[in-house]
């Protein structure tokens, strides 16, 4: 940090406060941003003056360990912050990040696809409706990624209803026509993330600019490349769609064209992506892996490959108390009860999260060094876990969480971690078992 | 507990809304008629706008929008265990107790004082202290501005404040000789590197000049940017602890930091020069400012402010029954 001169130093102990101290009222409303603008003028100016209160302040502040209660970010402070730095969320949806995450991600989802499937390289064949199969089926695959482990920043997962996402999977094997339910998936697509299609669009365009490397992804036979070339609604989806048809022998260029483009943050996903098993059978979504192929049709996961960048994911969920939108940033969960437009910070470790999944207002949250936090109420109170059993604890870093089950029981937890260990429970967290 | 003078700024219009925010408080459960629950949302309006008779200070509107933004349930729970309410004080207590001893433990971070700062925060609030033969309870100051907790949390880091600099005081001399302070050498006056009264302009000292430059610098910062240096630079806070306190990403206080640190200084420098100092000479002040600051930390160790304790609730400055650090 900037030293300052010595003498600020001087004058700013010298500033005495000119007024009585505020009362715990007033202090508690400050910190818990609910004050007018005048009165927070009227409270920082005294802050600034003394120290008292300043260890005051910063004394009452709740306590991690415990509960966090979410703390306003900037950007939902309305006129009173006006003149603050811009917010986090808007610094990570920046579009330069944005695009090369896409890039990033992309690379990174065809990688692990390949690592995945090293066996399968070669079983697809071509043919004319291959293109149609994976166009059509992309769509309908999308929010699959959620579960996937490059969802590091530009997959959403929209509100859809979790029987096409399995019809879908599952028909992308056979069927060759399922216009509709792709209209219907990209109109619902849209106004939830144009942000993601503009730049999915931006990924097309690029893709485009590589001639060769385009005619190798639209001759793709069985569709993966051909949608990442030409939709460009989903590019995520495409490698769902990969995972569907078993067809990846055509993606193969693809890292290697764009490998200079991943980011740091990329690359301990390709990491984690290796030491994944077989990958996961399409038709038993419930079973995740350290590379989580498939989420649970009716849970919003995301995983952050490094807790580096800010990278927010999305997630929307119907029910009133359960509108909160969730994302990682920088090792610290954020919730979003506006669909995006304001972020709060909904629970902030020592040790960086990395991952979260949600099953309505039910939400898990895990990160460094085994730390698993569980939600049952939307975020407003938050109880540490620890996996164990038989004594051994999970301590590995936490780089996956999927919650699967019933609506009215407590959802399956799976969580994967850095060690390779898969860890669930089925009780809400309170025994685990270890695979 | 004493009641205030109700009748005299009983806002007619609050009559009305009170009835719904009386509905939402749950307060019926604890026992609090509807006519005491319109009296404490005057009391707090009281507080907050002046008395009813002011029309300049706020519209109804506003006042009714001020009412409906109070936590309610949790202020209605508060006033009832301030009136000795049963029910009020089991949920209470169910619902505070272990979070009072966490938050003890939080901010004294040594279990026994932890416990000590508790329970005496509790029989504050149960009101065991009585004054003019009633107990009084210190939940009575609570008017649901923010959450009970939060609330909870900062009464009682005000009180550990105060316990702090009362056992400070009480064994300070003591400490002090077994530090051997008594025979430590006077804190000498600066070293002179440079002829203080050699650089004078306008009839001021180089220091002089400093300082009102420096002066001149901080008035032009806004209140949060003077709070943000402060914390960080004067009190050791983190960027994150800031950065919680003003509901802002660490990142930002991080580069607002680095902003008014640079800003400063060029700031300071301008205000030298226009005081008539060549860019050499400013340069040459701000650089070679010899208070050391760890001297200046061991003489201010504390920021002793003047102002007036921290009351438990401000309803008027003489209710707080609070303890004082002086």
Same mark, same amino acid.
């Given at each position: ?64 360990? +415990? =509960?966090?209660? &979410? $703390?306003?970010?900037? *950007?939902? %402070? ?5 003149? /603050? ?74 509100? +859809? =209803?979790?029987? &096409? $996402?399995?019809?879908? *999977?599952? %028909? ?5 026509? /399922? ?13 939830v993330t144009p942000a993601l299609q503009a730049q999915s669009g931006m990924l097309l365009a690029e893709n485009k600019k590589e001639s060769a490397q385009a005619d190798k992804l639209t001759s793709a036979p069985m569709g993966a490349a051909g949608a990442l070339a030409f939709d460009g609604s989903a590019r995520p989806a495409a490698t769902e769609t990969i995972e569907g048809s078993n067809a990846v022998s055509t993606v193969e260029p693809a890292p290697s064209a764009e490998g200079n483009l991943m980011t740091r943050n990329e690359a301990p996903a390709i990491e984690k992506a290796k030491p994944a098993p077989q990958g996961v059978e399409a038709t038993a979504p419930q079973k995740t892996t350290t590379a989580g192929t498939f ?141 | ?191 002179c590197i440079f002829d203080r009264t050699s650089d004078r302009t306008s009839g001021r000292t180089s220091d002089q000049l400093l300082e009102a430059a420096t002066d001149e610098a901080l008035s032009e910062l806004s209140a949060e940017d003077r709070f943000t240096l402060a914390s960080y630079y004067l009190d050791g806070r983190t960027l994150a602890e800031i950065a919680r306190t003003l509901g802002l990403h660490e990142s930002s206080v991080s580069r607002r930091l680095d902003r008014l640190a640079t800003g400063l200084r060029k700031r300071i420098l301008a205000g030298l020069r226009t005081q008539g100092m060549s860019h050499a000479q400013a340069m040459e002040a701000l650089a070679t400012d010899v208070r050391d600051i760890g ?32």
């Amino acid at each position: 940090m900037t030293e300052i001169p010595k003498i600020v130093y001087d004058r700013l102990r010298a500033a005495g406060p000119e007024r009585a101290h505020p009362d715990a009222d007033l202090l508690t409303a400050f910190a818990e941003q609910m004050l007018s603008a005048v009165e927070r003028d009227g409270v920082i100016e005294h802050l600034a003056r003394c120290g008292d209160c300043r260890e005051i302040i910063t004394l009452a502040l709740p306590d991690t360990d +415990i =509960a966090t209660a &979410p $703390i306003a970010d900037e *950007a939902e %402070a309305g006129p009173a912050t006006s003149s /603050r730095a811009p917010a986090p969320r808007k610094l990570s949806f920046s579009w330069p990040s944005l695009r090369w995450a896409a890039l990033a991600a992309g690379v990174v989802v065809v990688a692990s696809v390949l690592l995945m499937r090293p066996g399968k390289l070669n079983q697809s064949t071509p043919s004319p409706a291959g293109l149609q199969v994976a166009t059509t089926a992309q769509p309908v695959s999308s929010p699959q990624i959620a579960s996937s482990q490059v969802a590091s920043s530009t997959v959403v997962s929209p509100p +859809i =209803a979790s029987p &096409p $996402i399995k019809q879908s *999977a599952l %028909a992308a094997k056979t069927d060759e026509t /399922r216009p509709q339910p792709e209209l219907q998936l990209s109109r619902k697509l849209k106004p939830v993330t144009p942000a993601l299609q503009a730049q999915s669009g931006m990924l097309l365009a690029e893709n485009k600019k590589e001639s060769a490397q385009a005619d190798k992804l639209t001759s793709a036979p069985m569709g993966a490349a051909g949608a990442l070339a030409f939709d460009g609604s989903a590019r995520p989806a495409a490698t769902e769609t990969i995972e569907g048809s078993n067809a990846v022998s055509t993606v193969e260029p693809a890292p290697s064209a764009e490998g200079n483009l991943m980011t740091r943050n990329e690359a301990p996903a390709i990491e984690k992506a290796k030491p994944a098993p077989q990958g996961v059978e399409a038709t038993a979504p419930q079973k995740t892996t350290t590379a989580g192929t498939f989420a649970p049709a009716q849970s919003q996961a995301r995983n952050m490959a490094s807790a580096g960048k800010p990278a927010p994911a999305i997630s929307a969920n119907p029910a009133p108390a359960q509108h909160a939108t969730w994302a990682i940033t920088a090792g610290v969960l954020q919730r979003s009860l506006d669909g995006g437009q304001s972020w709060q910070s909904a629970l902030r470790r020592d040790h960086p999260l990395l991952c979260y999944a949600n099953h309505g207002a039910d939400i898990w949250t895990g990160g460094q060094a085994g730390t698993l936090f569980h939600s049952a109420d939307g975020g407003l109170t938050w109880a540490q876990v620890q996996p164990a059993i038989e004594g051994q604890q999970l301590s590995a870093d936490i780089t996956h969480i999927d919650l699967s089950g019933d609506v009215s029981g407590p959802p399956q937890v799976v969580i994967s971690a850095s060690n390779n260990q898969i860890w669930s429970s089925t009780d809400g967290g309170k025994t685990w078992e270890k695979q | 507990m004493p009641k205030r003078a109700q009748s005299g700024h009983r806002a007619g219009a609050a009559a009305a809304p009170s009835v719904s925010l009386y509905e939402r408080s749950g307060a019926a459960a604890y026992g609090v008629s509807v006519a005491r629950f319109a009296d404490i949302l005057d009391e707090i309006l009281h507080k907050y706008f002046g008395p009813a008779s002011n029309s300049a200070s706020a519209s109804t509107e506003q006042k009714a929008d001020f009412c409906a933004g109070l936590r309610l349930e949790e202020l209605a729970l508060a006033r009832a265990c301030a009136e000795g309410n049963e029910r009020a004080w089991e949920d209470f207590i169910s619902r505070y107790r272990r979070k009072l001893h966490s938050m003890a433990l939080h901010i004294t971070r040594d279990a026994a004082h932890a416990a000590e700062l508790a329970d005496s925060l509790f029989a504050d609030l149960y009101g065991v202290n009585a004054r003019d033969g009633l107990r009084r309870s210190k939940l009575v100051f609570y008017t649901g501005r923010g959450s009970l907790e939060g609330w909870l949390r900062t009464v009682m880091a005000q009180e550990f404040i105060n316990r702090y600099r009362k056992q400070k005081r009480t064994v300070s001399l003591e400490e002090q000789t077994e530090q051997g302070v008594q025979f430590a050498a006077a804190v000498p006056e600066p070293a002179c590197i440079f002829d203080r009264t050699s650089d004078r302009t306008s009839g001021r000292t180089s220091d002089q000049l400093l300082e009102a430059a420096t002066d001149e610098a901080l008035s032009e910062l806004s209140a949060e940017d003077r709070f943000t240096l402060a914390s960080y630079y004067l009190d050791g806070r983190t960027l994150a602890e800031i950065a919680r306190t003003l509901g802002l990403h660490e990142s930002s206080v991080s580069r607002r930091l680095d902003r008014l640190a640079t800003g400063l200084r060029k700031r300071i420098l301008a205000g030298l020069r226009t005081q008539g100092m060549s860019h050499a000479q400013a340069m040459e002040a701000l650089a070679t400012d010899v208070r050391d600051i760890g001297l200046n930390l061991r003489s201010r160790l504390t920021q002793d402010s003047g102002a007036k304790a921290f009351p438990g609730g401000s309803i008027s400055a003489g209710d707080a029954g609070n303890t004082s650090h002086d």
